[in-house]
């Protein structure tokens, strides 16, 4: 069974500069999270999508953040513009319905500079 | 609010010693509690899982976990460490109602040789 696959693995943008991260969680799963992870730290949630719909975004930063999931399957995670702050680890994960397990993928490490 | 924690923020061990990682969380309805590991360069993997039932749980690699609910506590337990064992640790609490999975800070642990 393919895990949760994110892409890409590493980013290096300048600050300013608009940056995207992919995620294809595993099939049939219908919970998506999107977490951030700093050095160090634990994951902090960003979103939890049920399907298509976004039903915890309190903690995304709305105003240079973005994320969709059209269809239900994958999703994107948008910074724009991106900030010296926002260098850490992105990660993606999914869950059958929201009440079991988490899988995880790899991460996107972005580093801003 | 609704967290994790974890007190130990970096564990030093040798081989063969026995190993107690605690965490402690703050909730007052229902919780699903796991235990995360990511191995230097790997995505986090689940460890072991409690839903319900039996609160002594046992995961992979001879990890156990005890759910205490008075104490609001699922400690990590080991017999024997193995240098491979080191990694970082992550509690984490699904919120039932609230569907929100939220980790802990982490522990990182260190076995030598």
């Known amino acids: 069974e393919a895990g949760v696959v994110q892409s890409p693995r590493y980013k290096i943008i300048e600050k300013k500069q608009p940056v995207a991260f992919w995620c294809n969680p595993i099939?049939?799963?219908?919970?998506l999270y999107w977490y951030l992870q700093n050095l160090g730290q634990g994951p902090e949630l960003l979103i939890r999508?049920?399907?298509?719909?976004?039903?915890?975004d309190s903690q995304l930063p709305k105003d240079r953040f973005s994320a969709e999931r059209l269809k239900g399957v994958d999703s994107t995670l948008k910074i724009q513009p991106a900030e010296l702050g926002d260098s850490a680890v992105y990660l993606c994960a999914s869950s059958f319905d929201g009440t079991t397990e988490a899988f995880f993928g790899q991460g996107t490490r972005l580093t801003v500079v | 609010a609704q967290s994790v924690s974890q007190h130990n923020h970096h564990v030093i061990l040798s081989e063969a010693a026995s190993l107690e990682l605690g965490c402690n969380y703050s909730y007052g309805g229902t919780v699903n509690l796991f235990w995360y590991v990511q191995y230097p360069g790997q995505h986090l993997q689940l460890l072991l899982k409690?839903?319900?039932?039996?609160?002594l749980v046992k995961g992979i690699k001879g990890f156990e976990a005890e759910f205490i609910k008075s104490k609001f506590s699922f400690n990590l337990r080991k017999p024997s460490v193995q240098w491979s064992d080191t990694a970082e640790y992550f509690c984490a609490a699904l919120l039932q109602g609230a569907q929100k999975l939220v980790f802990g800070q982490g522990t990182r642990l260190t076995i030598n040789p």
């Open positions: 099939s049939g799963h219908n919970t």
């Open positions: 409690y839903f319900s039932g039996d609160p």
């Open positions: 999508y049920e399907n298509e719909e976004a039903v915890d």
